[in-house]
């Protein structure tokens, strides 16, 4: 670890504090009005929420609490979606950003997920994967939300709720943490309450890590400095910035060959250590406004600016079969050499106002609102690329090939084609209304929509416009059951253009969701099961007659079966446990859009496992003089999944098992060890090609210190 890198970790670990356990969800999101007649703003509400709180809402919610994650030692986006029902890990481009699928659906597999951050779009552009050091929570919303956030995959909605200044008392806490293949951590931040109106907190990480591949290391500094101005009861101006610096080789994995997975060890670098790391940075802004308007209306206004860029380069193996030497000779691998400078501006600006008012005996719970984003690309792309390989021809260094049993690394073509110069900006605005009516004490019906507006220009220009209608219902069956119902539509953009240069339509979608949701009288139990079926039409497929472009022609299906449990039981037992059951698939027949190859009716989508199942149990005690002690374990179950498109390729089915202890000898200094895959499993996150698979962590061991104040 460099000297620079070493003094910002102690730096931070010496310097500067952070909560070590993050306040309940209620303190950052329900302004709520005392008893007295008097209007008090105890925290910042949610954009799109209304309110409407989260157990009322007729469609599954799943929340990830920051302090689970923080007990688990998870510090990345991806592993905390691991412990959510019903999300699968998808290709996550050579490891530089997150990708997921909710429900069966992923999105486009050339972009980020479009996950939100305090309702802002975080996914887009492209800002390396989230670090989790500034999350108070995650919320994931299950199912049609089209009607509300506009534009996405009708699966579900993740939103990350950071950390933020709070004006009620000073606090903090700082970490450091050592782990296997030379990872070191450190956490810190700092909530300081200048005033009874002003509160500043600064939140930041930084990390120097090997890994489990040959060759690789990566390192990263982020930091969440925010703001809160609170001039009187009723108003709240909150500010965040996000920054990230963060520098990781870009590589596609391991590769299957003759489709069989484990020839080579997981270890295996394909790529070339001389490419160095991919830099990626980010700098972004939110500005947010919320004032009491009464003592039921509230008026909230943000801004947001996010500016996200990588470069790099890479020597991937090359996917063309005509260019591919590794068929042939078994163990000579052609790649390709690419470079890469992708830039992307994210600015949004949303207001909205929600309430409430009656009618007669009904409350009728209105949100309308409206937002407006802009989005600019500017992505530059330059390779050099194998020729074409005839069988048994001598392998010559214009295939900058390797041999995956015996890599001899320091081939650097220089790529002189340009393969992408793309100047293109992205513009929508949307216009969104809901109302949860409550039409008895146990009986709500919600019914919303939204009107967006999508403008493309540059590259396949083109204007779209599209209504997405919601509906759903909650009935209480008994004072801890209620059974839930919900209908949306939704759609996302496609890009590019068809055989006759018109521009793509978009994709479409349609939801349906029946669910029964139990919450225990003293809140400690919460379960839900949920039924879903979603269907999905103008996917891009390759064009039949042979053009080599796209056409919106495909057609697919998801159906599952989702059950989840919270519980936090006496003895300071707690446990979190899920299941999902998805059955995504294609139900028209096409080729796929990349390669050409055969879709046939009913063929599963790629990366989607059937059956998913977690389980988290931990127990706290008291271990005499040496103070609480926690010990807990975790088992992690994923089946075999579809590899490639169009390929009888599959990654097996794996079952990880985490173990964790903790010892807290004092209230402010916790001291905790964290296994993952104790049993040292080989296992594969996610593929977009038998020559491009992703291969997971061995057995890691994590030790940490904490100190709260």
């Known amino acids: 670890m460099t000297t620079w890198k070493s003094a910002i970790i102690a730096a931070l670990v010496t310097g500067t504090a952070s909560t070590a356990f993050p306040m309940a969800a209620q303190a950052q999101d329900a302004p709520e009005a005392d008893t007295s007649g008097d209007i008090v703003v105890t925290g910042l509400r949610q954009q799109y929420r209304g309110d409407v709180p989260l157990e009322e809402i007729p469609q599954t919610v799943q929340t990830l609490d920051g302090e689970v994650l923080n007990e688990l030692n998870i510090t990345g986006l991806a592993e905390s979606l691991d412990l959510a029902s019903g999300i699968s890990r998808q290709n996550n481009f050579g490891g530089l950003w997150d990708s997921f699928a909710i429900r069966g659906f992923a999105g486009d597999e050339n972009f980020p997920s479009g996950f939100l951050v305090n309702g802002f779009n975080g996914g887009r552009g492209y800002g390396g994967p989230r670090d989790a050091s500034n999350i108070e929570r995650i919320e994931v919303l299950k199912g049609p939300n089209g009607s509300v956030f506009g534009r996405g995959e ?54 120097d890590a090997g890994s489990f591949r040959d060759t690789v290391d990566s390192n990263k500094i982020v930091a969440s400095p925010s703001i809160l101005f609170s001039p009187s009861s009723t108003t709240k101006i909150s500010y965040e910035m996000e920054y990230a610096d963060i520098n990781v080789p870009f590589e596609r994995g391991v590769v299957a060959v003759d489709g069989v997975l484990g020839l080579i060890p997981r270890s295996r670098f394909l790529d070339e250590p001389g490419n160095g790391a991919t830099e990626v940075g980010v700098l972004g802004h939110q500005l947010q406004f919320q004032q009491q308007l009464s003592r039921e209306w509230f008026l909230l206004i943000g801004a947001g600016y996010r500016d996200t860029s990588f470069t790099g380069y890479s020597s991937d193996p090359e996917l063309a079969a005509s260019r591919q030497t590794l ?120 019914l919303g929509g939204r009107y967006d507006h999508f403008e493309l220009s540059g590259q396949g220009g083109y204007t779209k416009e599209r209504f997405s209608p919601t509906a759903g219902a909650l009935y209480e069956l008994t004072d801890t059951l209620g059974i839930y119902a919900a209908y949306g539509e939704g759609f996302r953009p496609n890009s590019g253009v068809d055989p006759d240069g018109d521009a793509h339509p978009p994709e479409t979608s349609r939801s349906y969701e029946v669910g029964l949701r139990f919450t225990s009288l003293d809140d400690a139990i919460n379960a839900t099961v949920a039924v879903y079926e979603m269907k999905k039409s103008n996917i891009l497929t390759a064009d039949p007659l042979g053009s080599g472009l796209s056409v919106a022609a495909g057609a697919a299906k998801s159906r599952g079966v989702e059950a989840d449990i919270t519980a936090n039981l006496p003895s300071d037992i707690m446990i979190i446990a899920n299941y999902a059951y998805t059955d995504a698939k294609w139900t028209s027949a096409g080729a796929d859009k990349d390669f050409g190859l055969t879709i046939e009716v009913g063929d599963p989508l790629i990366n989607i496992p059937k059956h998913q199942a977690n389980l988290l149990v931990t127990k706290s005690f008291e271990a005499g003089m040496l103070g609480k002690a926690t010990i807990g374990g975790g088992v992690n179950y994923v089946s075999k999944r579809l590899g490639e498109t169009g390929v009888d390729f599959y990654l097996p089915d794996y079952t990880l098992v985490r173990a964790l202890a903790a010892l807290e000898p004092t209230d402010n200094l916790r001291l905790s060890v964290n296994v993952t895959n104790l049993f040292n499993e080989e296992w594969y996150a996610a593929s977009y090609h038998r020559w491009w698979v992703t291969p997971g962590t061995p057995r890691t061991i994590t030790g940490k210190v904490e100190l709260s104040f």
């Open 154 to 207: 009708p699966g579900g909605t993740v939103n990350i709720i950071t950390k933020k200044a709070q004006i009620t008392e000073n606090f903090g806490s700082v970490s450091a943490s050592i782990g296997s293949f030379d990872t070191y951590r450190g956490e810190a931040d700092l909530n300081l309450v200048v005033s009874d109106t002003l509160a500043i907190r600064i939140n930041g990480a930084a990390q």
């Open 327 to 446: 068929d042939d000779t078994g163990n000579i691998l052609s790649r390709r050499r690419t470079f890469r400078d992708y830039d992307a501006k994210n600015m949004t600006i949303r207001g909205e106002i929600s309430g409430k008012f009656y009618t007669g005996s009904l409350t009728h719970h209105v949100l309308v609102g409206a937002d407006w984003d802009k989005f600019e690309l500017d992505l530059f792309q330059l390779r050099s690329r194998p020729p074409v390989y005839v069988p048994g021809s001598p392998i010559t260094s214009a295939y900058n090939a390797i041999d995956i049993f015996n890599p001899v690394y320091g081939q650097l073509p220089v790529p002189t084609a340009v393969i992408q110069d793309v100047d293109q900006t992205q513009k929508a605005y949307g216009v969104y209304f809901q109302d949860q009516i409550d039409l008895s004490e146990r009986f709500k019906v919600r």
